[in-house]
């Protein structure tokens, strides 16, 4: 091996470059240090990469939170894992200390860091990651399906609130990545019809693909004339995948429905009649990142009932990321995988 590695490091408001660094090295007695197998790209790297930064990151950090690798070096600690050993990378690291950890709710500490935001992540050929931020994963579970246990693990905690039950109506507004993780996962879970906005035609036909039963491009057709349609009373549950739909979401509820609020948009500030959540019991839910929700998801990937491979748009080495992040930046990818 190397003593040096390619990687793509970011510099400051909207520059990312690819760079010989060091390989680095066991430090800490529960570190391990992998070798990247691949990374995707995700659109929180592209809010880093804005201008102005619609996220923060540290200068000099390697980015890429989304990403596998395979185990080359334990520290002496580390018991669970063994050289060889093929593991998922959870990047958010909690202290385990403060009170929202101790109150089960590691996505709510007060002192969490990331992998590939904050510190060095997986837009590498090597990565030095904690024990703690790794789950194990088959060794027939392929790359192609093993890459999405980062986003679908924050996905799957959103569901947990949701509670979908059998047979209900479910309409996702959006269909990027993450409001395709919600189709396939709410059509998997036995929802009765999945109706998706979405005016973008690529990502309308990759709805169709994860099981959407309808596709609505509001542009051209009243999203709540098609809802009202469809299930005569209001959807059983809306999931807002964009982060600036929550007066969209309450507008197609029937009385007593779930709204569940995952996307994100600091500046968006919402309209609504508080006086109709609390007429029609509307229960509003939001819901931020994983939450120990590492096993379900691999368990899940390894079942085969989500057929995510259908969104990879794009595969890439990591001499071309930057063309990745332009291509995911325009809205004409989905699933952009990069390899070392």
Do not use: W
Not at 211 to 229: E, P, R
Not at 250 to 266: D, E, H, K, Q, Y
Request: aromatic content about 4%; hydrophobic content about 40%.
């Amino acid at each position: 091996m190397s003593d040096t590695m390619k990687a793509a490091i970011f510099e400051g408001e909207g520059k990312i470059v690819l760079k010989q660094v060091p390989v680095p090295k066991i430090k800490d007695d529960f570190d391990v240090l992998l070798k990247v197998e691949a990374a995707s790209i995700c659109g929180t790297d592209c809010q880093i990469l804005k201008t102005p930064p619609g996220h923060p990151a540290t200068p000099g950090a390697i980015l890429g939170h989304e990403y596998v690798g395979q185990v080359l070096e334990t520290g002496k600690a580390v018991s669970h894992l063994k050289p060889g050993d093929r593991v998922a990378v959870d990047p958010n690291l909690t202290c385990g200390l403060c009170p929202y950890c101790r109150m089960a709710m590691p996505n709510m500490c007060e002192n969490m860091t990331t992998l590939g935001i904050y510190i060095d992540g997986g837009f590498a050929e090597y990565n030095l990651a904690p024990a703690k931020a790794l789950h194990k994963i088959p060794e027939d579970l392929s790359t192609d399906l093993a890459i999405f246990a980062e986003p679908l693990s924050c996905v799957v905690n959103g569901a947990t609130k949701a509670k979908l039950m059998a047979g209900e109506s479910v309409v996702v507004l959006g269909a990027g990545p993450i409001g395709l993780y919600y189709t396939a996962l709410m059509k998997a879970g036995g929802a009765g019809k999945v109706i998706v906005s979405e005016v973008n035609a690529q990502r309308a036909d990759m709805a169709r693909k994860m099981g959407a039963d309808i596709i609505v491009n509001t542009d051209k057709d009243s999203l709540k004339d098609v809802v009202m349609a469809e299930t005569g009373i209001g959807a059983d549950l809306v999931i807002d995948a964009v982060g600036c739909l929550m007066t969209e979401a309450t507008s197609i509820c029937r009385r007593g429905a779930r709204v569940l609020l995952f996307g994100m948009n600091s500046s968006a500030c919402c309209e609504c009649v508080q006086y109709e959540i609390t007429r029609y019991e509307l229960s509003i839910i939001g819901t931020f990142i994983s939450n120990h929700s590492f096993p379900a998801v691999i368990r899940l990937l390894k079942g085969g009932k989500l057929p995510l491979e259908k969104l990879i748009t794009h595969r890439l080495k990591l001499d071309d990321i930057l063309d990745g992040i332009e291509i995911m930046k325009r809205g004409e990818g989905i699933e952009i995988i990069v390899a070392p």
